[in-house]
């Protein structure tokens, strides 16, 4: 498909073969894409092409397939440097996702800067991979949390994120847009306050790039964590993007193959960036795939892409808000693609699993945001997120399942 358009969603959608499935006899309407997205056939067809044709470790080697395989990885990490705007290919860091590259930060930045009595600045909408990594870290160097409140439309309160910094505050780690909310956080902003303040920010940005063009220079972001999966490409597969000169500071992640430059038994030398942060072999085959997906959505247009989902999530917050006793969570001036929700008394995993009996998937429980039910004052919740594929008339097919179910109870 040399030229998908976001004028042809029909196109597009052939791309995707998966989505042309039924479930219990029902067309499949696929809305759990901030869980993972659909793949299409030119990254799986990437993906299979190098293995038939180029299957070798990369770096290091001497033979045909071994520095083919390398020319795709490291051409894969230059599309990633392009897409996200980065300076320098070795400010990009291979990792298996977002998880793993927020867990990479927390545990070397604190193994070099952080001590007992610092401060790490999160927000109350956080994902579990944004809090969980430094609360392990802050129970072994005694450091802790402090939390930016938000408004009950799901806006993070600015003022009182000022006031939360003193000369304990090491380091701001925020999402970019929330994983059940849908709002887009003034990350650019909560950057320049940090950095008055003489503060690093690592932006997670797990719900942002597969919807929106990110530009880590603009944003002036230390640190920005993705994932693969959620942008098309395959899953165990992200990337750690930062600056050269916090990276060069940071002690290595792990230890192993690639990661070194000499070693002896009395000492160890490790490489170059960005390999010092990259042991083992990697999945360079998903490198591969993700940097097609990436290709993928150039085509198309992250601003065309991101125009058409602002205005599938505009038309869902409106559809579903008529619906008898909904209760949409998250109705921040900028939101984007989630569309979080209650209706009545249902719980959450009835009107879920009754919906998928209707062929359509949504996502139901606290999504990794515990903390921030706890703010909402519920259990969990049922979430619809939406991608370059769905379409107008999946969200009227689900207003009308959730109709159905809702008249059973």
Request: charged fraction near 25%.
């Amino acid at each position: 498909m040399p030229n998908p358009s976001i004028n042809n969603i029909a196109q597009i959608r052939q791309e995707f073969p998966i989505l042309s499935k039924t479930v219990y006899n029902k067309p499949l309407v696929y809305l759990d894409n901030a869980a993972t997205t659909q793949k299409p056939l030119c990254v799986l067809d990437a993906m299979r092409d190098e293995y038939l044709n180029a299957n070798a470790n990369v770096h290091r080697g001497v033979h045909y397939l071994s520095q083919r395989a390398t020319d795709l990885h490291e051409e894969a990490r230059e599309v990633v440097r392009r897409f996200i705007n980065a300076d320098k290919t070795e400010e990009i860091v291979f990792t298996r996702g977002t998880t793993e590259g927020i867990n990479l930060v927390a545990s070397s930045f604190a193994e070099q800067f952080l001590m007992k009595d610092d401060e790490v600045i999160v927000s109350v909408m956080e994902h579990h991979s944004n809090i969980v990594p430094w609360q392990l870290q802050a129970a072994r160097y005694g450091f802790r949390l402090r939390v930016i409140p938000m408004t009950d439309e799901g806006e993070l309160l600015i003022d009182d994120y000022r006031k939360l910094f003193n000369e304990h505050t090491r380091l701001v780690s925020v999402a970019h847009v929330s994983n059940v909310l849908g709002t887009v956080n003034p990350v650019k902003e909560i950057i320049e306050i940090a950095h008055s303040n003489g503060v690093p920010v690592l932006i997670d940005g797990a719900q942002s790039t597969p919807h929106f063009a990110v530009d880590v220079k603009a944003l002036d972001a230390d640190f920005y964590v993705f994932s693969g999966h959620k942008m098309y490409g395959p899953t165990g597969i992200g990337v750690l993007y930062g600056k050269e000169r916090w990276l060069e500071q940071l002690p290595p992640y792990q230890g192993g193959g690639e990661m070194i430059d000499s070693v002896s038994f009395e000492h160890t030398t490790f490489e170059r960036l960005p390999f010092k942060f990259e042991a083992g072999t990697p999945d360079y085959v998903a490198t591969h795939g993700l940097a097609t997906a990436i290709q993928f959505l150039q085509r198309i247009g992250m601003d065309n892409i991101s125009a058409y989902e602002q205005e599938l999530t505009r038309y869902a917050m409106e559809r579903l808000s008529r619906i008898d006793g909904m209760r949409l969570f998250g109705k921040a001036s900028h939101k984007d693609a989630v569309v979080s929700f209650l209706v009545g008394d249902i719980h959450h995993l009835d009107m879920g699993t009754l919906l998928d009996r209707l062929g359509i998937a949504v996502r139901t429980g606290h999504h990794c945001a515990q903390p921030l039910m706890d703010r909402l004052g519920v259990s969990g919740t049922v979430r619809a997120s939406f991608a370059l594929y769905n379409t107008k008339e999946e969200i009227d097919i689900l207003a009308e399942g959730i109709e159905r179910v809702s008249k059973m109870f």
